[in-house]
């Protein structure tokens, strides 16, 4: 079983920058895909980013393109996600997810995180 950890989360100010983290431990060699999801008080879950284990495949959402940048480090099994340009509706519950195939949708994830939060203010 692959356990996920987040950190990096935390209040700051529309405009401001945070990077999430990810720290994957277990059996990482069966993973193909790390990803972000996140959370609004009140909605779904949606799709951030996802980046591919092995090679350079990237997916960001619409709304995470141009300011979020997600990476890896295979070698540590840690992924990041840096946000950049932060918007009071970026506001939410941000979870790591990590599977055997590179996807959009929540169930491509065999495995998720706690989540971390982060709230942006205007």
């Known amino acids: 079983q692959v356990q996920l950890v987040e950190s990096g989360g935390g209040f700051v100010q529309a405009g401001d920058s945070l990077r999430l983290s990810c720290v994957a431990s277990?059996?990482?060699?069966?993973?193909?895909?790390m990803a972000w999801f996140r959370q609004a008080p009140g909605k779904e879950r949606e799709f951030v980013a996802t980046i591919a284990w092995f090679g350079n495949q990237v997916l960001h959402s619409d709304s995470a393109r141009g300011r979020f940048t997600i990476s890896r480090q295979n070698a540590k099994g840690t992924g990041d996600l840096q946000m950049n340009g932060l918007k009071p509706e970026d506001t939410a519950v941000y979870f790591c997810?990590?599977?055997?195939?590179?996807?959009?949708?929540?169930?491509?994830?065999?495995?998720w995180g706690q989540g971390t939060r982060v709230t942006v203010s205007s």
């Open positions: 277990g059996p990482t060699y069966i993973l193909r895909a």
């Open positions: 997810a990590a599977g055997e195939v590179v996807g959009t949708n929540e169930y491509d994830y065999k495995f």
